[in-house]
């Protein structure tokens, strides 16, 4: 393959990809306005017209925004790699350091610092007038800048030891730097799983012991009755952010800790909470957690693995705008440029694995849905899913096609109609 032939085909892959996504969100925008006159029939005693208008209004509104991100991310990527962003930045990384390795470094963070500056601004956005609009931002933009400041130090704690060995593993095992690297990954990734209970969430929210004593006795019955060890329950201050509740595990094996939401916990009567929880130990149960997390380990050696032929060719650093690698500049400095060129074009050209991704996600929410079934009332999970939909204004109509495409659970209308089979 050309240079030039590979250019073509990443553009032609990325035109095809933004426009799939903006036509998606048309469709989704067209379905919801539709149906905004009505709440669904299955619904009309649950949910109130003004609410299922709020619901319809909030996500066409992030949908519309979620439009001009998608132009925003084309245009952004196609100035990094073609339009030779990454090269002119390679070059200013260049003067500065000699030895090849630092460049690199250099190099990827300096590219991560700029895109993350490009896309703050929509972050915030997001954050301080759609979430606002609606009611449900309750950050202050002093912790918004807080919690940036804490995920820098985070990431370059975490993240230039990691980087730095990645490209020092890339230079110095030869042909299968890849599996050393993956052996890497996945033992830094295990280790972030380990310590983010204890060590990086509490950087974020207070987690305090559950008080409510009758709300506690129901659940560890719960726990018992399926056989599930958890070192503790935790009521997280997820109100100091959103509106939006929730409720989650965290950790391994015995140190499992079992975390809701004080948004959940207010909104949910005990039945509800023990139904949520229910279906939440159906994810342990069934083996999601670990089948999700070895899917995603297959996946990321495939990754590397195909960077490692990549990397070996002129074409695909060419053909997205670098020339380093032709020149000669240092083993390193290249194999940095591969890395930062391969991970920035990747969604590109995997986007048909998202749809995938989400159906297999789907499943398994269906089937913490059955779990949750048979230890508790579906009643009370379908009276606790209704709730969660109203506070969080989730569209009750969403396109289906967008739907099949993007939600990692089930539509509303989908997923009651199978609780109520149960
Ligand atoms: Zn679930």
Redesign the pocket.
């Known amino acids: 393959m050309t240079a030039s032939q590979f250019t073509f085909i990443f553009i032609a892959a990325l035109a095809l990809t933004t426009l799939a996504k903006l036509w998606l969100a048309r469709r989704h925008l067209a379905h919801i306005a539709s149906h905004r006159a009505a709440v669904p029939e299955a619904f009309n005693q649950k949910v109130r017209l003004a609410e299922h208008q709020k619901a319809a209004d909030y996500t066409s509104a992030k949908t519309r925004f979620d439009m001009l991100g998608a132009l925003f991310d084309a245009a952004l990527l196609l100035a990094f790699t073609v339009g030779g962003g990454i090269q002119f930045i390679a070059d200013i990384c260049n003067g500065w350091f000699s030895a090849p390795i630092a460049q690199g470094l250099a190099t990827i963070v300096a590219v991560l610092v700029l895109y993350s500056l490009l896309e703050a601004p929509f972050n915030i956005y997001r954050t301080f007038v759609i979430e606002a609009r609606f009611g449900f931002n309750k950050m202050t933009f002093k912790l918004y800048l807080l919690d940036a400041l804490k995920g820098i130090l985070i990431g370059a704690v975490l993240g230039l030891p990691l980087v730095l060995g990645v490209l020092w593993l890339m230079g110095r095992m030869g042909a299968y730097w890849w599996l050393y690297v993956w052996v890497v990954w996945v033992v830094f990734n295990l280790l972030i799983l380990f310590i983010y209970p204890s060590f990086i969430a509490p950087l974020f929210n207070k987690f305090s012991p559950m008080q409510d004593e009758a709300m506690k006795s129901r659940i560890e019955s719960l726990l018992n009755r399926c056989g599930f060890t958890a070192q503790g329950l935790f009521v997280m201050d997820g109100s100091k952010r959103s509106a939006h509740g929730n409720a989650y595990f965290t950790g391994f094996g015995k140190t499992k800790r079992i975390v809701f939401f004080d948004t959940l916990l207010e909104r949910l009567s005990i039945n509800e909470v023990e139904a949520v929880l229910a ?2 130990l ?2 342990f149960k069934r083996r999601h957690v670990v089948k999700r997390i070895v899917a995603t380990f297959a996946l990321s050696l495939g990754f590397l693995w195909l960077l490692g032929l990549l990397m070996q060719t002129a074409w695909f650093y060419q053909g997205l705008g670098v020339t380093t690698h032709s020149t000669g500049s240092g083993q390193a400095q290249s194999t940095a440029l591969a890395f930062l060129l391969f991970f920035m074009t990747l969604p590109v050209f995997s986007f048909l694995l998202g749809p995938v991704m989400s159906a297999y996600s789907r499943k ?2 269906f089937e ?2 059955a779990y949750a079934a048979k230890q508790t009332d579906a009643a009370d999970l379908v009276n606790a899913l209704v709730k969660l939909y109203q506070d969080n204004a989730a569209t009750l109509t969403p396109d289906p096609l967008y739907s099949k495409f993007y939600d990692s ?1 089930p539509p509303a209308m989908v997923r009651i109609a199978h609780l109520q089979t149960q």
């Open positions: 279906h939440e159906g994810h398994h929410e913490a849905d659970h």
